[in-house]
């Protein structure tokens, strides 16, 4: 017990909650990191590299405009380590606001490995993820109230950096389940982008990334349209699935009022997964077909 609770003591003070907080210091910390990073940001994606942006306008409208309380959750495919924040650096998006500026899932192990990075990171408004830990960890209920509030979440559903240009993977439950366990059902914005696994290659340098991010490439990002999700019609019909009781269950709470148990959420988050997973691949190859013209 007591090097259970000291394992959790080490896990908050190496993740640093305070600091995400809106009001730490007066906001100043969050006020110039974020305008700092999304300085960087937007040079290399504006300046140093050339950059196509499709519909611009789809998310410019839900991130400024959408209505009061109406949380928006957006997915992207994962190029490289730089996808965020260098995905929204482009010519007229406000990424240097803080008040406007996403939340957005982050590796732990790999984000919030000290107390320095820890805190930028937590400034940054990132919220990290312990691989592993799956989808009802204590971090996920962090970022399904940035959900529950309102509030501008940025997802990578496929869990990891892939470089090589396949079709989307398989996508992690996690994103589904903050749909379904959000109060207000988010607007769910695939973000599709390609150009960046060059811009900070995985191994270019002996083997490793590069000390900074290259210039002179080709960025893309093509911005698709909100998925709609009939909660209620999904719900029910799961509802009515018969047991699986093939797979090794985790202890997942049942998802009330609707009485949703483990078999029951499995079978909802993976048809969820895999109508995000077949649109964000339609962007894809919609980016594909464009630059091969």
């Known amino acids: 017990m007591e090097a259970s609770a000291d394992a959790a003591t080490a896990a908050a003070a190496r993740t640093l909650r305070w600091a995400g907080r809106p009001g730490h210091l007066g906001g100043v910390p969050r006020a110039a990191v974020?305008?700092?990073?999304?300085?960087?940001?937007?040079a290399y994606v504006t300046l140093l590299n050339t950059t196509t942006v499709h519909n611009a306008d789809a998310l410019h409208r839900v991130v400024k405009s959408r209505p009061p309380g109406t949380p928006l959750l957006t997915v992207s495919n994962h190029m490289s380590?730089?996808?965020?924040?260098?995905?929204?650096?482009?010519?007229?998006?406000?990424?240097?606001?803080?008040?406007?500026?996403?939340?957005?899932?982050?590796?732990?192990?790999?984000?919030?490995?000290?107390?320095?990075?820890s805190y930028m990171f937590r400034v940054g408004k990132c919220v990290p993820i312990t691989r592993g830990a799956g989808i009802y960890q204590e971090h996920m209920n962090e970022a399904l109230k940035v959900l529950s509030s309102g509030g501008w979440l940025h997802s990578f559903p496929e869990g990891k950096v892939a470089q090589d240009h396949q079709p989307i993977r398989r996508l992690k439950w996690g994103t589904a389940s903050?749909?379904?366990?959000?109060?207000?059902?988010?607007?769910?914005?695939?973000?599709?982008?390609?150009?960046?696994?060059?811009?900070?290659?995985?191994?270019?340098?002996?083997?490793?990334?590069?000390?900074?991010?290259?210039?002179?490439?080709?960025?893309?990002i093509i911005v698709g349209e909100p998925v709609e999700f009939d909660l209620p019609s999904l719900k029910q019909e799961a509802a009515t699935i018969p047991q699986d009781t093939?797979?090794?269950?985790?202890?997942?709470?049942?998802?009330?009022?609707e009485g949703l148990d483990e078999s029951a959420q499995r079978w909802l988050y993976q048809k969820m997964s895999d109508k995000i997973r077949s649109v964000m691949e339609g962007l894809r190859k919609t980016l594909v077909n464009q630059k091969q013209h």
């Not at 730089?82 to 790999?110: H, N, S, Y």
């Not at 379904?180 to 769910?188: D, E, L, M, N, Y």
């Not at 093939?246 to 009022?257: A, L």
Request: charged share 20%; with cysteine; proline share 11%.
């Open 178 to 220: 903050l749909i379904v366990r959000a109060p207000v059902t988010p607007i769910v914005l695939p973000v599709i982008h390609t150009g960046f696994e060059k811009v900070m290659p995985e191994k270019s340098f002996f083997g490793r990334r590069p000390p900074l991010p290259l210039c002179g490439k080709q960025i893309q």
């Open 81 to 117: 380590t730089i996808d965020d924040p260098f995905m929204w650096g482009f010519k007229g998006f406000p990424i240097t606001d803080a008040k406007l500026a996403r939340w957005v899932l982050t590796a732990e192990d790999i984000c919030f490995r000290n107390a320095f990075m």
């Open 246 to 257: 093939s797979f090794e269950r985790k202890g997942w709470p049942t998802i009330t009022p």
């Open 34 to 42: 974020i305008g700092a990073i999304g300085t960087v940001a937007k």
